[in-house]
């Protein structure tokens, strides 16, 4: 028992967002998993604030040891070039291992009288002040920006700090349109809170939401397409960096963890460091373009 206790590890698992939402949830199934792979304490540590930046530097500045872990999402790759920040995530982390892939889907209140994705188009043009869309940092502000350049700016970006307030603000009502993680979407619109118009992604969905049209068929320019996975502060061993990266893929390779991601509309995707790395360079590149064409860098 002593000779147990003495090798465990106590590792924090650092999450750039309230307790509740999809990114909170990825991150207690991977605590819990990889405490059973590892026999090392996981402790899930929510950070959110200042558009994921009190966690990511957090992390970053951390001893780079292996201990301290970021679970990064899209806004990772985006950060940079929405404003100016104290470091550079993507040279100050370290990618270790993707742990999904996401899909999207655009919601209204079950109230709306909006049922189509042309209804958004023609309610945007006709209604006095335009639409309002209910955003989060990352992937889904940028969608809302892109659905206000898609329909002539005749829309309002309504940030909010986490995903759970930004749903219950979209189930109460107080907003015209939100772009769901499709985890959420599948649930809610089962449930009769939320009525989901289209989909960025059709592969992997549930029967039921599987025939919504695509959003690009009606905004052929909007671009959606989400990650989440583990970091560590750069100057971590590369030998360390590879003990985590096996370790997340044995976790990962459980049939209930790729289950639970399955069900939170999430593609389990796994592999090496070096294949993360690349997904991050490459969507840096597509959201930085994406982000210089609608005009929203730092002022």
Known sequence: MCTLAAA????????????????????????????????????????????????????????PDGRTLLLGATSLVMISSLQKTSLSPLQDLVPVMQISSERYGLAVPVGSPLRSLADVQVFASTNGPGINCLSVPGTTLIACEQLKHAVGGKSVTVPYAGVAPAL?????????????????????????????????????????????????????????????????????????????????????????????????????????????AETTRRLSQRYESLIRKLDLGPR
């Not at 106590?10 to 991977?30: C, E, Q, S």
């Not at 605590?31 to 402790?43: E, K, L, P």
């Not at 590879?242 to 990962?252: F, G, H, I, P, Y």
């Open 8 to 63: 465990q590890e106590t590792r924090r698992l650092v999450v750039p967002a309230p307790p509740g939402g999809n990114l909170d949830r990825t991150a207690r199934l991977i605590a819990q998993r990889m405490s059973a792979v590892t026999h090392d304490v996981y402790i899930v540590e929510n950070r959110p604030g200042a558009n994921t930046m009190i966690a990511t530097e957090l992390v970053a500045k951390s001893p």
């Open 168 to 276: 219950t603000a979209l189930v109460g009502g107080h907003g015209d349109v939100m772009f769901v993680h499709m985890e959420a979407g599948v649930k809610l619109s089962e449930s009769g809170k939320i009525r989901l118009l289209g989909v960025s992604h059709r592969d992997g969905l549930p029967a039921a939401v599987a025939g919504l049209p695509l959003l690009s068929q009606t905004w052929p320019d909007m671009f959606l397409e989400g990650f989440s996975g583990v970091f560590v502060p750069a100057g971590t061993p590369p030998g360390r960096i590879r003990e985590l990266n096996r370790d997340l893929n044995l976790a990962q390779s459980d049939p209930g963890f790729k289950a639970a991601l399955r069900e939170a509309g999430q593609d389990s995707i796994g592999g090496t460091p070096e294949h993360f």
